[in-house]
């Protein structure tokens, strides 16, 4: 099944990410009409009926959230969420690579649609090659007047900067992102009051995924049916996939929501190595509970992969095939979240920290079966029950690796009781095997 490109689009034609070339391809026509011929109201209208949801995560519609901030003369910001440091993820270093003014229009035409006069790119650190692309592109759009105090003489104002975060994990969530651009330490905020009420500087903002903000010029352009025509009813547009680990071809596919997950990762990526099959992946991230090779054929949407208990997330596919341990890969797991939980919670300090006690347990000869039924428990105790998300997106693969492949842990334990390779072979190829975080993975998938 080939993919559908809407967001990739001519992504590989040289020099699309100048100014120049994007305008010669139709790019600024959609922000222009924005301040020219379209109402606030009526923009908040077309996003609200394309269906459009965030791709950064949660899934909830980009409209409704920008409908939520209050009208009136307060001063409002737009945050665009380019923190991207989930393992698995990398869709969005691409996007901004390569097609940074699609993103600059998104901002721009979303921040009048919610009626904010500043607005924000918040770029994990790391990615500093790709903040200096971005730099360079905001100034070629101030400099055509597509940005600043009074776009294209429209008397619209939307000023925009590219704020680089310092590398923690926990920054991506948007309340420590808010904390972490107001120069504090990035600590998730209690919620309510939500950022649209209560966000940047105290002031109603809007957050939203780089990807999310990119398809916004093309529903502007097309319409809201249009969009809808992609995809599924309750999961229109293509998604940009981040497909990693166990797999031929590791890279980013846009594809329209829907397909068979099959499709993406034995016909796009390529499946795994010769010889190996699929033994586990995770559909929306490190986060995400864990699917088994029986359910390569659900449909890749929101609906379908909530239905079978996981997730779509941010949508990056990582692929463990038959020579992976699924202990060594619950452990790998559970130290990232706990290396990056901010601690300011019970549950996710206390949690993440004896969970990786635990599997380290398995893995060193030292665990009883029993001790699967306490992992799970700790694992219970987690879910729902923190500040933020951060310590459930451990509990939940972790949870589920034990569940789905409690087999494999129990033979685990026994084996390494009687006489152990402890993390041997099978758990060392396993921690290889996995390549599917956003430092290791490819830099720019199979469009380069
Ligand atoms: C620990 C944690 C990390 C997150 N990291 C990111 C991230 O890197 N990028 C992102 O867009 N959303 C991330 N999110 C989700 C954001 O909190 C937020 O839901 C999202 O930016 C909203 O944009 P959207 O509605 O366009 O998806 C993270 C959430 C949590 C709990
Ligand atoms: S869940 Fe973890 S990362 Fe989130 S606030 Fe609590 S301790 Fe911090």
Redesign the pocket.
Known sequence: MPETRMLYRRVDEPGLASIETYRRRGGYRSLTRTVKEIEPEELLTTLQDSGL????????S?GK?ASFLPRGDTDKFLCC??????PG?FK?RELMQKNPHQLIEGVAIAAIAAGAGWAFIFI?GEYAEVADILEGAVAEAYGAGFLGADILGSGQRVELVVHRGAGA??C??????LDSLEGKRGN?RLKPPFPAIQGLYGGPTL???????SNVPHIVANGADWFKGFGTEQSPGTKVVSVSGCVQRPGNYEIELGIPSRELIYGLAGGPPEGREVKAWFPGGSSAPVLTAAELDLPYSFEALADAGSMLG?GSIIVADDQVSIPALALRTARFYHH?SCGKCTPCREGTNWTVKMLERVLSREATPMDLDIIASVQDNIIGHCL???GD?MAMPVSSMVKKFRPEFEEYIRRVASDSPGLGSDGAAGLHALTGTSSLAPASGPHA
């Open positions: 949801r965030g791709r950064g995560g949660a899934g909830f980009m959230k969420n380019a923190d991207e440091s989930e993820a969005d994990r994990y926990i991506g969530e948007e309340t420590a992102l998730p957050i939203n995924n780089v990807e999310t903000l941010s990056e933020c998300v951060l997106s």
